[in-house]
């Protein structure tokens, strides 16, 4: 027997969503400890908090994704043991940020190495700025011998759920995503294009902040990117796996 | 008196004079002359003339120089005596092989007695190594011919013989047989005369049929077929079929009908497929028939080494989660293992966002791929959070059929918790509950959101996948202060036959047992794991964030994976055999070594242990040094295929764990795997130094050189310098010039 193809089997599956005979499955049924959430480090100094961003981005995953998500965005220091209760962890800052503790830079240290992950996200949408110098400096001493460099273009992190061309935000300064990494993973990613400013939305749901030059546009595309993250997060380089990178080479969408 | 008596002896002319004296010590004796001379001058010059009493006294000092000397006259004599005859007889067992109700060698050598001259004959016999004389017993265990002309070469250097006479059935195993076969211009012997090669053996008077070589390669890999290369040689029995048996540890794996051709040859290969890793015997034999020359060589056994080339591992995961991230990490950055992961990234729940298919890079699940026919090329199937409903479907009953066949038949199978796993996922009812650790159906609720610390069980404290720690205090304590888990799928309880080895603190199943955390079975040969929580990952983060690392986490997941698959690399009693085949009579040394959880050694380790094959056993019992190794000798007494087991307690009488391997005893003789007489060889020897091969039926005589012999040398030496000839000289001399001296007026 052939197996279905991907379009019928979603078919399939909506009917039999839809039918009571699978009934709806309980999605909350172990509680939402586990569930993936978002935390934002609060950093001395230009470290800024937004909430409704991270809480808008987890809607997405779940809507979009299987993942289930938990609109938590908790927001705690560098140093505190419950960082590693979030594999996922978020900084967004527009001034410069405060010099960290020899403690606190090695347990931040310490969470990256042993599976977290974090976003640093520059808010100011300038191509210079003491927030980006001061950045520079932490990473420079939470990893002394690896230095930011720019992803390329066929990293795990651009496909890791949508396929993405640009990596924009609610500016597009930057054609390029910078990043930390520790052999195959990569757990510490540098925006400077300001993608919770492109993630934020009022309580009317529309954005925040507009986006430039692309408008809605370019916000979703940010918001796709902002998945990808997430996803990447998760399954780190599942998406370089042979048999996902065969597959979609042989449909042409790579 | 003769002139003879003057000499010292009588002289002949046909010789060389020598001189013995060292050259320092006649340069010194000459010395002293010139300066006698030259004193006797320097006083006498005054009184001239000198000349006639010098003359005579350098006449004086001349003679008694040559005489310090030590002038010796050697002649040269000598004879030359008739040549010897070297018979060199095969006294290895191929030659006792019975022809005609008669070993092929006496039958032999009978005639070639007959043929070759008995004077002057001197008689060897080689296996391998050369002896002289001695009556043919054909019991030595090798031929090496090469080796043994060497011999005869060296022997009689620098003499010609008559004639090398060889009786042999050209099965040499010294490595001339194969180089005349593969050789174009094989290097011949140097010889001290003619070659003369008697074969002995008819081709066609033999009925033996033998397992001449089984090719296996010597390892193998899991789940990758290998193939055993058999050759068959059955003189006597050509064009017959022969049944040809495999088997392993004296298991029947195989049977095969093998078409003999013409000359008795044939050749068959099995193909094997282990499922298993570890050292096994595979044993390939023919049927001893009526008439059999040699029935030991109809049994072939060789070891073979399973290895595994990488651990195959399927992760199949219902919803990306932190679960899944930190296990994927795991395998991923292990070394060992080959993972193939596949993540349900978006389900029919998930479409609500309105993006086109091109925009996202997602694939599609190959279920049926996987479950239907990859599923045997894995050794461990995760099925993580993972709901098979809206993939399988209608094929649901087959694809998950086949999984629990893959874990029947020796695959290892993982359940993780979620909310799609277990009765959460509804598997109760499937192929898959038949397999899992644990019982489905825990009505309602299925699960439990509370946080709680898993209680390590009776069974959890001594399992290999929950020790973490070697000592088991401190392996309690550790689970006791591990991360608590965020949630459990709720079961009916444990399944039986398992075990369970962590358990909730407070819920009770509806029997009124703890609730299954964590449980494990065998199920044939395969094994199983359900972990009813997803939330191990916590062990990782809560250990890092004291600075403690990730140390119970990997060593928990090494622990699941080698006990899962049955690793012999993991098992902490291991015992070994130094090689894999013996031959009777041999020592048989066996290692053991015993390890605690953390692969240290454990000294002091009561092992009890034994061999069996068949019928017999041996038991042995022993104790771990420092490094935790013991090395035991059993003697290796009865032949077949031997599995040993040990069983190694603490002294404190823990079990530690056990430990098996195998080897096999053959009485097999590896003269006597090949019968058939060489004629090829032996022609191609004898042409080789321009010498005659007879073929039996048609023995003539020996090739003999008559010319050849030994000239016997002999030196007589005369001292010329002992003789009374140079004292009367110098006598004389001196006198005459002491008159001369004299008469002058001189004292």
């Known amino acids: ?254 | 008196m003769s002139l003879w008596w003057w000499l010292g002896g009588e002289v002949g002319p046909d010789a060389a004079l020598t001189f013995t004296t060292p050259g320092w010590l006649f340069g010194l004796a000459a010395a002293a002359a010139v300066v006698t001379l030259f004193v006797t001058w320097r006083d006498a010059r005054r009184f001239p003339p000198v000349g006639v009493e010098l003359l005579c006294l350098a006449l004086a000092l001349s003679v008694a120089c040559f005489a310090a000397a030590g002038p010796v006259w050697v002649e040269q004599a000598g004879h030359r005596e008739p040549p010897r005859t070297v018979l060199l007889i095969d006294d290895s067992r191929s030659m006792g092989v019975l022809e005609a109700g008669e070993p092929r060698g006496a039958r032999a050598l009978a005639e070639v007695m007959d043929r070759v001259p008995s004077d002057r004959l001197e008689v060897f016999r080689f296996g391998r190594e050369l002896t002289a004389g001695g009556e043919p017993s054909f019991e030595q265990g090798s031929t090496d011919l090469a080796q043994a002309l060497r011999g005869v070469s060296e022997r009689y250097a620098g003499e010609r013989l008559a004639g090398v006479i060889v009786l042999t059935d050209g099965l040499d195993r010294g490595g001339m047989r194969a180089r005349y076969t593969n050789e174009d211009s094989p290097e011949p012997p140097r010889l001290p005369g003619p070659l003369t090669v008697y074969q002995a053996g008819v081709p066609g008077e033999l009925d033996d049929v033998s397992v001449v070589s089984v090719n296996a390669g010597g390892f193998g890999f899991m789940h990758s077929p290998f193939t055993l290369d058999v050759t068959l040689a059955a003189p006597g029995f050509e064009g017959r079929n022969v049944p040809v048996s495999l088997t392993q540890d004296g298991r029947l794996l195989a049977q095969r009908d093998v078409a003999l051709g013409q000359d008795g040859a044939g050749k068959v290969n099995f193909s094997v497929k282990p499922n298993k890793s570890g050292r096994f015997v595979y044993e390939v034999s023919v049927p001893v028939w009526e008439g059999d020359a040699v029935p030991g060589n109809n049994t072939m056994p060789v070891a073979v080494r399973v290895v595994r080339d990488r651990l195959r591992v399927l992760q199949v995961c219902g919803s990306p989660s932190f679960d899944q991230k930190f296990l994927r990490l795991f395998l991923k950055q292990d070394p060992a293992v080959d993972l193939v992961s596949f993540f349900i990234l978006r389900t029919h729940e998930d479409t609500r966002s309105s993006y086109d298919e091109k925009e996202l890079s997602l694939i599609k699940f190959p279920y049926e791929q996987l479950f239907a026919e990859d599923l045997a090329s894995f050794d461990l199937v995760i099925f993580q959070n993972f709901d098979y409903r809206p993939y399988f479907q209608e094929l649901a009953g087959e694809l998950l059929g086949n999984v629990a066949t893959f874990v029947k038949e020796g695959g290892a199978f993982v359940m993780i918790g979620g909310d799609r796993s277990f009765d959460e996922g509804d598997y109760q009812g499937t192929p898959i509950s038949e397999i899992l650790p644990v019982t489905l159906g825990a009505g309602t609720p299925r699960t439990d959101s509370a946080s709680f610390q898993p209680r390590l069980t009776g069974p959890g404290r001594v399992h290999p996948v929950t020790r973490l720690l070697g000592d088991a205090t401190e392996n309690e304590a550790l689970w006791g202060r591990l991360s608590a888990l965020d949630g459990l799928n709720l079961s009916a309880g444990p399944a039986p036959g398992s075990a369970v080895l962590l358990s909730h603190p407070t819920l009770r199943t509806q029997k009124g047992e703890p609730m299954p955390v964590l449980a494990v079975r065998e199920v044939g040969r395969g094994r199983t794991m359900a972990l009813l929580g997803d939330s191990t990952w916590r062990w990782i983060m809560a250990e890092a964030a004291l600075g403690q690392g990730n140390q119970a986490y990997l060593r928990f997941w090494k622990n699941t994976m080698r006990w899962l698959v049955k690793d012999p690399e993991g098992d902490r009693v291991q015992v070994a055999a130094a090689r894999e085949n013996f031959l009777l009579g041999e020592d048989v040394p066996l290692s053991v070594r015993v390890r605690d959880v953390g692969f240290g050694g454990v000294e002091g380790a009561v092992i009890e242990g034994s061999a069996q094959s068949g019928g017999e056993v041996v038991t042995f019992d022993t104790v771990t040094d420092k490094t935790g190794e013991a090395l035991i000798r059993l003697p290796a007494e009865h032949r077949g295929p031997w599995r040993v087991k040990v069983k190694a307690t603490s002294a404190g009488g823990g079990a530690l764990g056990e430990g098996e391997t195998v080897y096999a005893v053959t009485d097999r003789d590896p003269e006597l795997d090949e019968l058939s007489p060489d004629a090829a060889f032996l022609a191609l020897l004898a042409q080789s130094v321009s010498g005659t091969h007879y073929t039996p039926g048609a023995y003539g005589p020996p090739q003999l050189d008559a010319e050849a012999g030994r000239l016997v040398r002999e030196a007589r030496e005369t001292p010329l310098w002992a003789a009374p000839l140079w004292p009367t000289l110098i006598g004389v001399l001196t006198s005459l010039s002491w008159w001369l001296r004299r008469r002058r007026g001189l004292r």
């Open chain 1, 1 to 254: 027997m052939s197996p279905l193809s991907r379009r019928a089997a979603l078919r399939l599956g909506a009917a039999a969503a839809a039918s009571a005979c699978l009934g709806a499955r309980d999605t909350f049924a172990f509680g939402d400890a586990s569930k993936v959430d978002c935390v934002e480090i609060n950093m001395p100094g230009g470290s800024i908090s937004r909430p409704e961003a991270w809480s808008r981005l987890l809607f997405e995953i779940e809507q979009t994704t299987s993942i289930e998500t938990v609109s938590r965005v908790p927001r705690i220091a560098p140093e505190d043991p419950a960082l590693f209760e979030h594999p996922f962890a978020a900084l967004v800052g527009d001034g410069e940020l405060k010099p960290l503790s020899d403690a606190a830079i090695e347990q931040l240290r310490r969470y990256l190495t042993y599976g977290g992950f974090l976003l640093i996200d520059d808010a100011t949408g300038l191509k210079r700025s003491a927030f980006d110098d001061s950045v520079r400096k932490l990473i420079g001493r939470l990893f002394p011998t690896r230095s930011l460099f720019p992803l390329p273009s066929d990293h795990a992190i651009f496909r890791s759920f949508f396929l993405i061309n640009r990596p924009v935000g609610r500016v597009a300064l930057f054609d390029h995503v910078e990043a930390v990494s520790l052999g195959e993973i990569t757990p510490l990613v540098y925006f400077r294009n300001d993608l919770s400013g492109a993630l934020s939305r009022g309580a009317d749901g529309r954005g925040t902040y507009p986006c430039t030059p692309g408008g809605e546009n370019q916000r979703r595309e940010a918001v796709k990117l902002a998945v990808n993250l997430v996803m990447y997060a998760l399954t780190s380089n599942y998406k370089q796996d042979q048999a996902h990178v065969a597959e979609l080479m042989k449909e042409g969408r790579l």
